[in-house]
């Protein structure tokens, strides 16, 4: 499984941005996809998390301003990401589950400045 995540780039405040993360079609249906964040010298964090199903889970900062879905004829999974705000800036880095293994990408670099 490989996973190429893109999208990323400079946006202002309130502003949004689109992430996506293309995958190998091996049956991409099957299996969770999971967004996280890396900020400088921080941990990474859970942002957003969609199963195999469709079913979602967002981490409170990203509640209502984040959607996370995947497109399975497409082998690719997004996260808009509206009003953004400075603490949202990190690197992006996809995650697939599937069949007990993680596969993650490389990540996409996104900053909040104005």
């Known amino acids: 499984v490989q996973l190429v995540e893109s999208g990323g780039g400079l946006v202002q405040p309130g502003g949004s941005l689109t992430l996506s993360c293309a995958a190998s079609?091996?049956?991409?249906?099957?299996?969770?996809l999971t967004w996280f964040r890396q900020a400088p010298g921080k941990e990474r964090e859970l942002v957003a998390h969609?199963?195999?199903?469709?079913?979602?889970g967002y981490s409170d900062s990203a509640k209502g301003r984040f959607t996370i879905s995947r497109d399975n004829t497409e082998n690719t999974a997004y996260l808009q990401m509206n009003r953004q705000q400075p603490e949202d800036a990190g690197i992006y880095y996809c995650?697939?589950?599937?069949?007990?293994?993680?596969?993650w990408g490389q990540g996409t670099q996104v900053t909040v400045s104005s």
């Open positions: 995650r697939k589950q599937y069949f007990g293994s993680d596969y």
């Open positions: 079609p091996s049956q991409f249906r099957i299996g969770a």
């Open positions: 969609i199963t195999s199903g469709g079913v979602t």
